[in-house]
C-alpha cells in the first residue's frame, strides 16, 4: 500500500529544515547502502551523526508523531532516526530494495516494513528525481510537494530516476510496525479511515461505530507483535 500524507511539515518548518541543510556538510550516500545498492547508488546524505541530522530528524519525528494518517498507516513500532539525502543534476538510485534489518543507534535493531521519502523540495525547482515504486498494479511514480511524506512497504522495488534540472532535496526512514504484514496494515488502515468518517457521518456512540471499533480493537489484537 502507498499512501500520501499531504503537509506532513508546513511550509516554515521546510524552510528551517533547507536552512540547516544548506550550511550542512553531506558525504556519499553509499555510506548507509547494501553490497547490492552501493552499485546503483549515486546521490549525497548528511552523515547518521551529525547534529544536524539528529535535531531535524527530531522535528519529523514528532510531526510524524501528530499525523493521524502516518500513525494509521503504518502502526510504527520503532521509527529508524530520519536521514536527509540529496540529489543533483545527473545523481540517480537505481532499482533496489531496502535492507530488511537495519542498527538503530545504541545498536537497536529495526525491521524494515515500511520505507518513507519526506520531499523538502518543490517539484517545480527540479526536473527527473521521481521516486519510481513497484507494487501490486505495477510501477507508481511519485514526485510530491515539500512537505509532503510518502510512506510504502520497505519489500517493493524502487529507485530515484536520474536529475535532468536542479536539486532534489528529501528525508527518508524506515520504520518496524506492529502489524509485519503490508496487506494487514492496509486493511486496518481502510478499516480505521472508514470508522472515522463513520463517526463523523454518525455519532461516536452509535451502536455501528462501536461495532466496528471493537471488531478494529481485536484485529490488531490478533495481529500485532509489540
Ligand atoms: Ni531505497
Not at 34 to 53: C, F, I, M, T, Y
Not at 187 to 208: E, G, K, P, V
Amino acid at each position: 500500500m502507498l499512501v500520501h500524507i499531504p503537509g506532513l511539515l508546513n511550509s516554515s518548518q521546510v524552510d528551517e529544515i533547507r536552512r540547516v541543510l544548506a550550511a550542512t556538510d553531506w558525504v556519499d550516500g553509499r555510506v548507509t547502502a547494501g553490497a547490492q545498492s552501493a552499485r546503483a547508488k549515486h546521490n549525497l546524505q548528511v552523515p547518521e551523526d551529525a547534529p544536524a541530522a539528529r535535531a531535524l530528524g527530531e522535528v519529523v519525528l514528532t510531526a510524524l508523531g501528530r499525523n493521524e494518517d502516518f500513525v494509521s498507516a503504518s502502526l510504527p513500532l520503532r521509527v529508524f532516526p530520519p536521514l536527509f539525502n540529496r540529489y543533483d543534476e545527473g545523481m540517480c538510485f537505481g532499482a533496489h530494495v531496502d535492507n530488511a534489518i537495519r542498527f538503530a543507534p545504541g545498536g537497536v535493531r529495526v525491521r524494515t516494513d515500511f520505507s518513507c521519502t519526506l520531499f523538502l523540495t518543490p517539484p517545480a525547482d527540479y526536473d527527473g528525481g521521481e521516486l519510481v515504486i513497484e507494487d501490486v498494479f505495477g510501477e507508481q511514480s511519485v514526485k510530491l510537494g515539500a512537505g509532503d511524506l510518502v510512506l510504502y512497504p520497505a519489500s517493493s522495488l524502487h529507485r530515484v530516476n536520474p536529475i535532468t534540472r536542479g536539486s532534489r532535496w528529501a528525508s527518508f526512514f524506515w520504520g518496524q510496525s506492529m502489524v509485519k504484514d503490508d496487506g494487514q496494515r492496509a486493511l486496518l488502515h481502510r478499516m480505521d479511515t472508514a470508522i472515522r468518517q463513520t463517526r463523523a457521518a454518525l455519532s461516536d456512540d452509535h451502536t455501528a461505530v462501536l461495532a466496528l471499533t471493537a471488531s478494529y480493537h481485536n484485529l490488531l489484537r490478533m495481529w500485532a507483535e509489540v
